[in-house]
């Protein structure tokens, strides 16, 4: 079993509509949650991040934790086409960063 | 605020020829990072540095890789010699600890240098 789990898509979605990314994670005892995102031939950079269950809301972002399923989730709400990337999960357990393989994200105009 | 800075951006090589990659972080984070990125795939941590000490480095090659970060600021990988699976993209990132609770910190990445191996 990956220490981090996402499905690698691709994911499209329609311009206007909410786009779902999900991950899930093996190490019960992780303490927080990334969501990066990395356009083509660009470096990850950070969207945002969580520790607590429930949701966190940044303008069109939010991120959703279940520590009891080991679960995290990205929404983007009005997908615009410049949101088109790879989104990587990326789990902090005792010591290190561990990033899953990423969601590929295609809006449509 | 300067970001992380890399060089070379690109590099591409032999197989058995040796390569270097060169990091300065953002000025006063002590953690330090490398990354393997192949093609398709997320970023693996080969070796984390807190000022100039190795804090994990359980996923590095050592037969082949090494990395210094000598006076806790900026730092070097080393590849010698390279193979053709260590085609790849090689992130640095540097992160200042939170003190948030559980001591989560966020990682700024550089903008990686493409290796490719030939």
Redesign the interface.
């Known amino acids: 079993q990956k220490e981090?789990e996402q499905n690698?898509g691709p994911l499209s979605v329609p311009e206007g509509a909410i786009a779902s990314l999900n991950c899930t994670y093996s190490d019960r005892g992780s303490?927080?949650f990334?969501w990066y995102r990395q356009y083509s031939g660009?470096?990850?950079?950070?969207i945002m991040?969580i520790?607590s269950n429930g949701d966190k809301e940044d303008g069109r972002f939010t991120a959703q934790l279940n520590k009891a399923s080991q679960y995290v989730s990205l929404l983007i709400r009005d997908s615009q086409p410049s949101d088109s990337a790879t989104y990587?999960c990326?789990v902090?357990g005792a010591?290190?960063?561990?990033?899953?393989?990423?969601t590929r994200l295609t809006i449509n105009p | 605020e300067a970001g992380v800075a890399q060089s070379p951006r690109y590099k591409i090589i032999e197989k058995r020829q040796s390569v270097a990659f060169w990091c300065n972080p953002i000025s006063g984070h002590a953690t330090l990072y490398w990354y393997q990125q192949i093609l398709g795939q997320g970023p693996k941590l080969l070796i984390q540095f807190q000022n100039n000490g190795v804090v994990d480095d359980s996923q590095l090659p050592k037969d082949r890789f090494s990395a210094e970060r000598l006076k806790g600021v900026d730092s070097t990988l080393k590849i010698q010699p390279a193979k053709l699976e260590d085609s790849a993209v090689y992130l640095c990132a540097s992160s200042a600890r939170s003190r948030r609770a559980g001591g989560a910190d966020t990682q700024y990445f550089g903008p990686g240098t493409r290796l490719t191996v030939l």
């Open positions: 981090v690698s303490q927080s990334f660009k470096s990850p950079e950070l991040f520790y990587l990326a902090r010591q290190k960063l561990v990033f899953g393989q990423g």
